[in-house]
C-alpha cells in the first residue's frame, strides 16, 4: 500500500526553554493523546458548548486571541510542530484559558479517527501551507476528499473559514469548496476579512509589503 501523501514535513525547529516547560508541564492538562477511537468533546471540556476546529494554529497567536474573545465556545487546536505547541500553551497559561485544547498529530487523521460526524460548530484554517511548486500540489491540504470529510464533522449551519495569502491557492480552495455540495458562499466569491480573526504579526508584515489575503467562508447546509 502506498504511503498517504503528507500536506506538511516534519521540520525539528528550535524550542525555546519556555516552550520545553509549557510542553513538559501543560501538554498534560491541555493536550489529547492521539487515538483511533472517537472522543466525546463535551467531556473533554466538561460542558457543553460550540466546538471549533483549527487545523495547523502555527504559533498559536490567533488560537489565542479568539479563545480568549469568545468564552462561550470551546477551541480544539491541531498543530504537528512543537514549538507552536509550546507556544500555544504558554499564551493558554497567560490568559487562563480553560476553553483550549491541542492534539499534535496529522489533522487528517485526527478527523478521520477521533471526530464523531456533525460534533463542529466551526472550521478554521488560516494560512494552511500553499506549496507553491507545481509539483507539489498534491501536497495540499485543501482537497475535494478532504473538504467532504471535514463537512461530514460539520453540524448544519456550521462554518468552515479558510484564509491564504497565495493567490493561485486561493483560487483552489474558492473552486474546492464552491464544488462540495453541501456548502454554500456567504459572499460572492472571496469574504472580507471578519474582525473575529485577528491580524498576525506574519500576515501583517506582508500587508506592509503590499501582500493580498484572500477569506473564505461557506456555511454547510441544512438537509
Known sequence: MQPAIRSFVLRQGR?????????????????IPFQSSVIDLNDIFGRDASKILEIGFGMGGSTAAIAHANP????????????GVGSLLNK???????????????????????????????IHIFFPDPWPKARHHKRRLIQTDFVA????????????????????????????????????????????????????????RGIQLGHSVWDMIFLKKIG
Open 149 to 204: 470529510q471535514l463537512c461530514s464533522r460539520l453540524k448544519p449551519e456550521g462554518y468552515i473559514h479558510i484564509a491564504t495569502d497565495w493567490q493561485d491557492y486561493a483560487t483552489h480552495i474558492l473552486q474546492v469548496l464552491q464544488q462540495e455540495p453541501t456548502l454554500q458562499n456567504t459572499a460572492e466569491n472571496f469574504a472580507l476579512r471578519p474582525e473575529c480573526r485577528p491580524i498576525t504579526k506574519f500576515e501583517n
Open 72 to 83: 462561550q465556545n470551546d477551541y480544539l487546536g491541531i498543530e504537528v510542530h512543537m514549538p
Open 92 to 122: 493558554i497559561h497567560e490568559l487562563q484559558l480553560t476553553n483550549v485544547r491541542i492534539i499534535q498529530h496529522d489533522a487528517v487523521e485526527v478527523i478521520q479517527y477521533m471526530l464523531p460526524p456533525e460534533c463542529l460548530q466551526g
Open 15 to 31: 524550542l525555546s526553554n519556555a516552550q520545553r516547560r509549557a510542553c513538559e508541564t501543560l501538554l498534560p492538562q491541555f493536550g
